[in-house]
């Protein structure tokens, strides 16, 4: 994997493996990006098997939690034996949720919770998914919560490219600063020539540009991180009145890009990786049938 990927692996991910999007639409995904999960839907297709996805996701992305769709039919997969058989092998290193559309028949749920989560003893959940798709979202807000699904970090952020920055005027200059990553709560950045700013001092009228999007926003300096070569400058957003945080008309603008910067990289990473995975399991394959 090439070094410039390798922050793409930080964070815990949620993936939500051939959900039912009648009553889980993809939608669902920016919406908690704005709680604080990063989370993305595996689908089934030609390209590569449901199998080896899984494998690539476990391999690449040590700290994730995978969910389920039982109810969805894949060939040459038995959602039972095949669980159950992730579970064995990996134990608590990876942690597992099953959903599966609401039954008539209380008994029958009973079963699945009594089969996943005693005798084959995953960790997330065994949930079932309401028809009403608005019901589902709270649903599986509440158990990804629970699980810490955030994993270390409150927000989701996004590392930048060099054309991201900030300009404000402080102790009577004007600073111009490139954008290192940013969340819907944070932003940090370098500077060439470095400004002198007390702790918790509150800049005013910040503009910000990241990956094109421009907004004015207040920030207070939180702390300031060596680097090699320089110093990162750490900030928190902050609104006029005082408080912390975006307004929200730039929230909703700043998570929808958030939620491309992330996410497009990451599914391109895992395009990538899924390939390989089916390319080496091909030539495996028919290395074994003509072993000779």
Known sequence: MEESNKYLLEGRKTFFICPDVS???????EDYLKRGYETYIINDDRTCTIKEKVQVIIDTFKDSILFFYIDTSIEDVNWKEYIKSLQDTYKDTVLIGVLYAKRTKPEEMHALERYYLYDVGIKCGCIALEYQKDKNFTLIDKVMFANQACGRRKNVRAVCDIASTVIFNHDKKKWLGKISDVSLSHFSCVFDLEPKIPLYEKIE??????????????GIFLECRQ????NLYIFIFAQQNGKQGLDEDIKTRLSEKIYNMVTEKVK?????LFQEEHKRNSINSRNSAFPF
């Open 268 to 272: 391109n990473l895992l395009r990538d």
């Open 23 to 29: 009553m889980f639409p993809d939608t669902y995904m």
């Open 205 to 218: 009228d910040i503009l910000v540009d990241v990956g094109g999007m421009h907004f004015h926003t207040d």
């Open 227 to 230: 680097l090699q070569d320089r």
